[in-house]
Nanobody, 122 residues
Framework: QVQLVESGGRLVQAGDSLRLSCAASGRTFSRYAMGWFRQAPGKERDLVAG???????YYADFVKGRFTISRDSAKNTMYLQMNSLKPEDTAVYYC????????????????WGQGTQVTVSS
C-alpha cells in the first residue's frame, strides 16, 4: 500500500506561482510511476505531469513550459511547481501512483491522494 497526501493548494491570482507537494508513505517510493492529475467541475480528470523512477517525465501540452514535476526520493515527496498560472488551471489537483510505466489514464493508477484545491483568479 502507498498513502499519498497532497498539500499546497490555495487561491492565487493569474500569473502567480504555486508549488504543490505530495508526501508518500508505505512501500518504496522510487519504484512507482507518479503523476499529478487535475479535475475541474464537470470535466474529466486529466494527467498534468508524470514522473517515473530514473526521472523520466511527461507533461500535458497545456502545461508545458509552465509546470515542472520533480521528486525527492530521500523525502518520499513529489512536487509540482506551477508558474504563470491561468484561471483555466483552477481545479482539484490529485497525486497518484502506480507500479509500471507512466500512463495518461487515471483508471489504471492504484493509489490516490485526497486532492488539493487550486483556484486562480483573473
Amino acid at each position: 500500500q502507498v498513502q499519498l497526501v497532497e498539500s499546497g493548494g490555495r487561491l492565487v491570482q493569474a500569473g502567480d506561482s504555486l508549488r504543490l507537494s505530495c508526501a508518500a508513505s508505505g512501500r518504496t517510493f522510487s519504484r512507482y510511476a507518479m503523476g499529478w492529475f487535475r479535475q475541474a467541475p464537470g470535466k474529466e480528470r486529466d494527467l498534468v505531469a508524470g514522473i517515473k523512477s530514473g526521472f523520466s517525465t511527461y507533461y500535458a501540452d497545456f502545461v508545458k513550459g509552465r509546470f515542472t514535476i520533480s521528486r525527492d526520493s530521500a523525502k518520499n515527496t513529489m512536487y509540482l511547481q506551477m508558474n504563470s498560472l491561468k484561471p483555466e488551471d483552477t481545479a482539484v489537483y490529485y497525486c497518484a501512483a502506480r507500479e509500471g510505466v507512466l500512463n495518461t489514464s487515471p483508471q489504471i493508477y492504484d493509489f490516490w491522494g485526497q486532492g488539493t484545491q487550486v483556484t486562480v483568479s483573473s
